[in-house]
C-alpha cells in the first residue's frame, strides 16, 4: 500500500455543506458505462465501465505525461515506452500509484501541477483569467463543463444547485461515485493527486475557486466551483487514512481479544464484583427465583433485554470453553477474564441444575411482557417469572446444551481448580441423564415462554449428540463412546447441515468428533472426519461442494436477522478444524480437490478482519474497536442513561425515549458485536433496527476464540 503523508489517523465522515445536502438530480450526462442503468455499482462492488476512444485517449495523455515523473513498474521494465492503446484505466492508477512513491505530500501535488501545466499551451492560465473572471456566469459555464469532458476520469456526474455567499447557482457537480477513488482504493491517491492539486489549480492558477469534498463513506463527491477551498490543515479530507487494503497487527486482535470478553461485563446479571470493569453497569436481578424458592441470582442477559434464556446462555458458555480448550494459549493475560466471564456463567447454571431435584431452570424472565419495556436492568420491574423443565415437561434440547456447557468447562478449569472441575462434570453427567431419559423439546413444554425468541427449531436429537461428545471428551468415559456409536445415525451424525448456532450442533459436534479419528485413529470418528470435510468443502469457493452464501464485499451470509453469529460460529470451527488438521497433516478432501489448513486459517481471517473493519463500509462491528463502530446500539442497559448518571428510576414507557433517540448510546457497551450488515453489506446504525443492531453473547463467544487464535499468530 502507498504511504500516505497524511497526519492524522482519525475516521471519520467528511461532513457534507449543508447546501450540498439539498441537490436535486438535474440535466444527468451519463459515463460510458456498461451497468444496465447507467448508475455506479453499489459500494463493495466495483462499476463496470465500456470505455471509448475519447476515454482512453485522455488516460492515456495523462499517464504518458506521468510517467516522466513515476518509479519503475513492478516488473522492472525500463526503456520501452507503451504505445498509444497500451494505457487503459488500471494503468492509468498504477502510474498515479507510482509517481506517489518516494514523493511527500507537497510533491506528488506539485508534480500534477506540472502535469497540468504541461497539457496547455504557453499563457493559457493567463488567458482563462481573461476569459473566466470569477463570476457566477464562470463559475456555472466550468461546472457544466466538468460534467462531459472530466466523466473518464471521475464517472457519472451531473451539475446541481448550491449555495454560494449566500447565492443558489448551478456550480455544483455532483459526482456519484468517484471512479478515481473506487479503483484505486487510496485516500492518498484521491487526496494528494487529485483533490487538492485541482482546487490549487483553478484557485490559484485559473484564479477561479474550486472545493472539492469527497465522502469516503460511499466515494461520491461534491464539486462547488466559486468555493474558496479551506488550508489543508482545516480540511477534514486531511484527517482520512487509506481505506484499502486495511491489514490487523497481532495487537489489534489481542485488542480486539480484550474488548470481546469484556462485553460479558456489561451483560452480567446478579451482584456485581469489585473488579467489575464496566462501570457504568450496576447489580441487577436480585430477587431471581426467590418467589419459586429457589436462588437463581446471576447468569448472563442475552442480548439487549432483561431476560435470562437458559438455551442461548449455555451453548454461549460451551462455545468460551472450546475457545479456552482450543486457544487459550494464545490469549495470555485475558485468559483470566476468560475464566471469570465462563464461571460467571456456570456458576448461575450449577445452581439451575441443582436446586430441584428432576427439574432444570431454564429461563428467568417473561419476554413477552419484557419486550413491553425499555428500562435497564437496575430498574426491572417486569415479572421474574421462572420456567423450567421437568420429568413431565421434559426439555432434552436445553438440558444437554446445558450439560455440553457443563462439561467444557470442566475442561478449562481441571488445572486451575480440580474440586470446582469435578463438580462441574459430575453435575454435567447428571444433567445428560435427564435429558436422555425424559426425551422432548423444550419448545414444546414451555411453548410462547420460549417461542419464536430461543425456539428448538433443529430438535432436540443433535444437542443429545452434543452433550454426549463434550463429556466424551471431559471424562473419556467409554459409556459415552458407545452411546455416540449407538445413536449417531440417528441424532443428526448423517445430515449435513451447514450452519453451526446455539439452536443447530450438527455442524460443531462433527468438527468436535474428527478430532477423535485425526489424533487418535478411533476408527468409529471416521465417518465425522468425512462429515466434517463435507461442512468445510461447502463454505469454500471454488470447491465442488461449495454453497455458502457471501455477500459482495466478502462476509459469509446465513439470515437476514443476527447474521454474524453465524459467521463467528463459522469462523471458530474453520479455525477449530485447522488446528486438528495441522496437529495431524490432515487436509480436506473436496470432491477431486484438497483444501490445506492454511485455506481454512485464510478463509477465517477474512471473516474476522471483515468484522473488525476490513470491509466496504470500512466499519467496525464490534463495538468500542478502532475509529468507526455503531453508535446506536438496540441494547436497553446501553441507550438508557446508567444509575450513576441518573440515579432516579426510569420506569418501564419512560425508557422508550432513549430507545427512539437519534443520539449515540450513552453507554459504551465495549466489545459487543451486533448483527450486522446485509447480504448487500448494508448496515443501518438504527436502534429500531434491532436485525442489524442488536448484540448478543453468542455472538461474541465464539469469536472470543478466533481473535485469540490470530492474536497468538506473528
Known sequence: MVALSLQSVQFRPVQQNPSLQRWRPRNFIRCRIAEPTGEPAPLGQKTKYNDGFFEKAFMTLFARKMEKFAAPAKDGIEGKEKGWFDYDYDSFVDVSRRVMQGRNRLQQQQVVREVLLSMLPPGAPEQFRKLFPPTRWAEEFNAALTVPFFQWLVGPSEVVEVEVNGVKQRSGVHIKKCRYLENSGCVGLCVNMCKIPTQDFFTNEFGLPLTMTPNFEDMSCEMVYGQAPPPFEEDPASKQPCFADISFTTQDYTDAL??????????RSGVLPPNQRLKWRGNSGLSDGSSYHVNLVGGYYDAGDNVKFGLPMAFTTTLLAWSVIE????????????????RWSTDYLLKAATATPGTLYVQVGDPNLDHKCWERPEDMDTPRNVYKVTTQNPGSDVA??????????????????????SKLLQT????????????????????SAVCPFYCSYSGYQDELLWGASWIHRASQNGSYLAYIQSNGHTMGADDDDYSFSWDDKRAGTKILLSKGFLDKRVEEFQVFKAHSDNYICSLIPGTSSFQAQYTPGGLFYKASESNLQYVTSTSFLLLTYAKYLSSNGGIVTCGGSTVTAESLISQAKKQVDYILGDNPAKMSYMVGFGNRYPQHVHHRGSSVP???????????????QYLYSSSPNPNVLIGAIIGGPDNRDNFADDRNNYQQSEPATYINAPFVGAVAFFSGKN
Open 258 to 267: 480484550e474488548k470481546s470478553i469484556l462485553f460479558f461485563e456489561g451483560q
Open 327 to 342: 486457544f487459550g494459549t494464545s490469549m495470555h493475560n485475558q485468559i483470566e477474564n476468560t475464566k471469570a466471564a465462563i
Open 400 to 421: 444437554a446444551e446445558t450439560a455440553a456447557a457443563l462439561a467444557a468447562a470442566s475442561i478449562v478449569f481441571k488445572d486451575s481448580d480440580p474440586s470446582y472441575s
Open 428 to 447: 454435567a453427567m447428571k444433567v445428560f441423564d435427564f435429558a436422555d431419559r425424559y426425551r422432548g423439546s423444550y419448545s414444546d413444554s414451555l411453548s
Open 642 to 656: 446508567s444509575i450513576h448518571a441518573h440515579p432516579g428510576r426510569i420506569s418501564c414507557n419512560d425508557g422508550f
